[in-house]
């Protein structure tokens, strides 16, 4: 058996053991989302738990298994529902998981938790689904307990975004299956990258307001919102070196 942060792999023993020597616990929340033709479906799922990976290695930290399906893909910011393999979750549905899953660990005596968030339609769901834990675990009564939020993306520094888009950064919602996360696919897994598929068919133009039922027309075909050109597995290293290193002192600096 080998040694491993991922929860799940461990037998319960182990698991018990770490937690007693109070291991931060890292929630990857992900989403089963296209991304474009020229990516696979379960990016916002591997980033995360990539970076929880990383950082749980060296802060003796321990990562759950991550939540795959996200809250609902918006056209703005996800491309939307009208993609083949997309698989939407409600906001009600992704709090509740967000919530159990911080009350067991918090009742098995995990005091330190770090949400970390690859999804950008989860944002409100998480802050919500840890908000109904807090309600439910009662707040006066959780003094020992911390539990940090992050969207990976957040802590990427300016002066390296400055280097990844040299023209200038569209915007992080814009940046769905665009030059980021490709980037970051290419460092991590470029068996789930085929670029010779990208249609080049971005940047959106997106009305500033959303339209139900029927969405806005401008979600582009291939379902990138904006460019894939400028994609490489350096920058990709450069943006997780960013995430890693700044999330590992956060959670010294928050926990130790
Ligand atoms: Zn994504
Ligand atoms: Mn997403």
Redesign the pocket.
Known sequence: MKDTVFLAELPWPEAAKRIAAGAPVFLPLG?T?QHGRHMAMN??VVIPTAIAEKVAGQVGGLVAPPIAY?NR?QPR??GGPAFSGTINITAHTFSLLVKDVICDLYRQKVRRIVVLN????NIGPAIEGIELALDALGRDRVGDLTILRIDHWELVRPETLAKVFPDGYPGIELE?ASVIETSMMLALRPDLVDLGKALHDGPAQFRPYDRYPRPAEEVPPSGVLSLTEGSSAEKGRWLLADCETRIAEIVKSEFF
């Open positions: 989403a989302e990016v916002d996200g893909s910011t996800g690859g999804h950008y339609e769905h």
